[in-house]
């Protein structure tokens, strides 16, 4: 057993030189190998994540491929997390135009999984139900990892140089100040929960609801200020790849990013997922639905030998060579703080809960036709019957000068309701 993995893990040495100048020269590299492990333990029964390594951009062309890894951590039910799982990938594929090249609908990805989100959200709230999730979605394409959340899962990249960066944002009221301060603005009362004889206990939350995240999907009797707009971070990995550790607040609660990312290096994503929720339970006990997603964003020439430390030390001196800040014109209103320490080049980050600050300003090709398509829901209506969504007037094909993209009416009453606007 020993000679049959010694002899696996002897793979054609690539001089530096070779790999030094292919940087240099800014070839085009294969496609990595993803990887992937998972697991969890249930306490409530309420998380649920999603695999899926054979979507494609372009239905039948198998060159388009891309991955999918999501986590929902379900509460006051599970039909939020389901209709979620089942209904984002498929509203993202709708908000893209059809017939782009892979660069633009990479540069579409942010917006479509804004709109994705928020259509997912207002087709959950027509159920009836009153349950909500936390999203937190990946999609992997070549080197490309965008990530878009609400809620509190997070994911988290460790690269081979050790460095370990969170592509989410916690929406949690009691350490994020800036949605507290969003939520009150809306109409919306935080606080902690009071007990008999005045004292209060526990986190902070929203009231009506007591719901301590600030952004989500479903949860509609909350208010509509626990808004479903995700935060979006889109980066571009090194040829040395990465590791992602995807996991529901079961993990985080017990462990900080560095805790979990150096719990389970050395090893494969599959052994990776275990050792990680292993030490959660470790640490804290099961106090919650615990899940976890372990991704390998692995060179095709240059295949990682897990099990194997000496390999790993050689791989991980030849990344810090490799590594280098790059430079390209974003729109991202970020700070580049994972190109700073030049690690991966960082395409676009953007969390604003505003939609019109999300959703650009496009102008519609069949404006002189009076008939505009929703930004949102991708209906075709008359423009008597909704708003732009960066004005309070009434859409005619006359008016100029177009100022951001159309909203039905329901999506605009959805809009202003989350802006805390009455009617």
């Known amino acids: 057993m020993i000679k049959t993995d010694l002899s696996r893990m002897k793979q054609p040495l690539i001089p530096l030189a070779t790999l030094i100048g292919r940087e240099l020269r800014n070839e085009k590299t294969e496609q990595p190998f993803v990887k992937y492990g998972q697991a969890g333990l249930a306490k409530k029964g309420e998380d649920y994540f999603l695999i899926k ?91 490309t ?18 460095a370990v960066s969170l592509l989410t944002v916690d929406h949690r009221l009691e350490e994020n100040v800036e949605e507290r301060e969003r939520v009150t603005a809306s109409g919306g009362e935080v606080g902690r929960l009071n007990v008999f004889g005045g004292n209060e206990v526990g986190p902070l939350r929203c009231w009506p609801g007591g719901l301590c995240l600030s952004r989500s999907i479903g949860d509609t009797d909350v208010g509509e200020y626990i808004v479903p707009i995700p935060h979006v971070k889109q980066v571009k990995l090194s040829n040395a790849g990465g590791r992602l550790i995807i996991a529901s607040d079961g993990i985080w ?89 030049g690690v991966v080049e960082e395409l676009f980050e953007e969390g604003s809960a505003m939609l019109t600050e999300r959703l650009g300003k496009d102008v519609p090709s069949n404006m002189n036709s009076g008939i505009f398509r929703c930004a949102v829901c991708l209906a075709d209506q008359p423009s008597s019957d909704g708003l732009s969504a960066n004005t309070d007037h009434i859409i005619t094909p006359v008016s100029k000068p177009w100022e951001g993209p159309f909203l039905c009416t329901n999506c605009q009453k959805k809009k202003d309701a989350m802006e805390g606007k009455r009617s």
């Open 145 to 162: 990892v965008t990530v878009a959340s609400v809620g509190d899962s997070r994911c988290i990249l460790d690269t081979q140089g050790g």
């Open 253 to 341: 609660d017990a462990l900080s990013s560095d805790m979990a990312a150096k719990s389970c290096r050395g090893v494969s994503a599959e052994l990776a997922a275990k050792l990680v929720v292993k030490e959660a339970l470790r640490s804290r006990g099961l106090k919650d639905d615990t899940t976890c997603l372990v991704v390998d964003i692995i060179p095709s020439d240059y295949p990682l030998s897990p099990m194997t430390t000496t390999l790993r030390k050689k791989h991980n001196m030849l990344s810090s060579l490799l590594f280098g800040k790059k430079s390209q014109n974003t729109t991202n209103k970020g700070t580049n703080k994972l190109s700073a320490i």
């Open 53 to 143: 390594t054979d979507c494609q951009r372009v239905p039948g062309d198998s060159s388009t491929l891309f991955s999918v890894f999501a986590i929902f951590d379900g509460h006051n039910g599970i039909s939020a997390a389901i209709f979620a799982k089942e209904s984002i990938l498929n509203n993202v594929m709708s908000a893209i135009p059809q017939g782009i090249s892979r660069d633009e609908w990479l540069q579409a990805l942010p917006r479509a999984l804004v709109v994705s989100f928020l259509k997912t959200d207002m087709e959950f709230q027509q159920q009836g139900e009153t349950s909500g999730t936390t999203a937190t979605f990946v999609i992997i394409d070549g080197w």
